[in-house]
């Protein structure tokens, strides 16, 4: 897709938080990783997307979130967007207008474009080829409506911006880093259905555009795109219990829970096959916090008031008050085949830094994003970011991908 993540993403824009900032510095040994030096490249970010809060209303969904939270004392966050204007209630809109959401297809593409970049849509590589300590050029495959052709690319520089999953992937396949793809990271997340008893419609509203950061970085609490047919996805989940939801969709909600993963993933390579084996496994900590989360997340729609509220865990029966909740999640332990998790935040798989212990390698670039052990090959994506960050994600990547491009522009 051209444009990736940032088409089909609600556009949420959040800086990373400041603690995690220096304690990733000390722990994975980046160079020049102050709050101060890093915050600059993420203010870069926010200013070319034009990042913005949303003109009210929002819509009954955000004040569900912003009055619940309020009423415990909680920390409530009213969050910006990749915006000019306001983007349209729609939460599938493309974006495709320089009004609207300012994903990459309208910004900083078309921006390369006129400086004299060349695009190849339906492009996929699948093979780096090196020659000692440089890479010397990329095999792809290209479809087209006669077919698809391979092709070979020479390259005196290579940026690899493939993804958490396919980055590392890639760099694996090609025999350039066994370290790539060990320490996959993510932010599990658990979601509710929360009916009300009156109208809310969620399906002519913002994506909620609050959130509960009371108990971040390690549990963020947020709303979730609405739709009858996303609906439908959590209600089918346990349709027997659920089924009359469909036809009260306009008095529900679909809210979450967020959780800054402390677990591990692997990413491997599969013979015969372009796509990678990915594996990740919740640590104690994940399944404490998810518990914690969701308990702390029914306590806001109650404060809101909902009449009822079902986790995403089969065969369950739903809330309707907030004991059921406390006695559900004392004991912090979800029945783990039955909970169904979910995420769309990943990263990790690329570590930068200059931690390079040979017991425990953590570090698959330099602080600069270039692969350790090669000359010309930079890593400037989600699998660079040393963990998982607590927030959505884009401002992050976005502000890493400017420090290792300027690094670049000041040694090449």
């Not at 008893?197 to 970085?217: G, Q, R």
């Not at 947020?222 to 009858?228: D, M, R």
Request: charged share 20%; aromatic share 8%.
């Amino acid at each position: 897709c051209v444009g990736g993540g940032t088409e089909i993403n609600s556009a949420i824009m959040q800086k990373l938080p400041e603690p995690l900032i220096e304690q990733w510095a000390i722990k994975y040994q980046i160079d020049h990783f102050g709050v101060n030096e890093i915050n600059a490249y993420f203010n870069k970010a926010l200013n070319r997307v034009n990042a913005s809060y949303t003109p009210q209303p929002h819509g009954k969904p955000s004040e569900i979130l912003k009055s619940g939270g309020e009423k415990l004392g909680w920390k409530v966050e009213e969050l910006k967007r990749a915006q000019k204007g306001s983007i349209d209630i729609n939460p599938f809109a493309s974006g495709l207008s320089k009004f609207g959401k300012q994903s990459m297809s309208v910004s900083l593409i078309p921006e390369s474009i006129e400086r004299g970049m060349r695009l190849i849509s339906d492009c996929r590589v699948v093979k780096l080829y090196k020659k000692g300590s440089r890479i010397t050029g990329v095999k792809a495959t290209v479809d087209s409506l006669k077919g698809r052709r391979k092709i070979r690319i020479h390259a005196k520089y290579i940026f690899l911006c493939c993804g958490a999953i396919y980055s590392p992937t890639l760099l694996r396949s090609s025999g350039l880093s066994k370290n790539a793809g060990n320490s996959l990271q993510m932010h599990p997340t658990l979601k509710v259905i929360a009916k009300f008893p009156d109208p809310i419609d969620a399906s002519k509203s913002h994506v909620p555009l609050f959130a509960i950061t009371e108990f971040m970085p390690d549990i963020r609490i947020g709303g979730a795109n609405f739709t009858p047919g996303i609906l439908g996805m959590s209600v089918a989940e346990d349709w027997e219990n659920r089924k009359e939801l469909m036809r009260s969709h306009k008095y529900c909600g679909i809210y979450y829970t967020m959780v800054r993963g402390t677990g591990k993933g692997k990413i491997r390579v599969m013979p015969f096959s372009l796509e990678p084996l990915v594996s990740y496994e919740l640590s104690k900590t994940d399944w404490k916090n998810m518990a914690l989360g969701t308990k702390y997340l029914a306590e806001v729609m109650f404060a809101a008031g909902a009449e009822q509220v079902f986790p995403s865990i089969e065969a369950h029966q739903g809330w309707s008050k907030i004991e059921e909740v406390n006695e559900e999640t004392k004991n912090h332990n979800f029945p783990k085949t039955k909970t169904y998790l979910s995420t769309v935040h990943l990263f990790g798989s690329c570590p930068l830094g200059e931690n390079r212990n040979l017991s425990n390698p953590l570090c698959v670039t330099d602080s600069y994003g270039k692969l350790h052990g090669y000359e010309n090959i930079f890593v400037a994506d989600a699998s660079i970011i040393p963990e998982a960050p607590g927030v959505n994600p884009q401002i992050t990547v976005m502000g890493l991908a400017y420090r290792v491009a300027d690094a670049f522009l000041s040694s090449y």
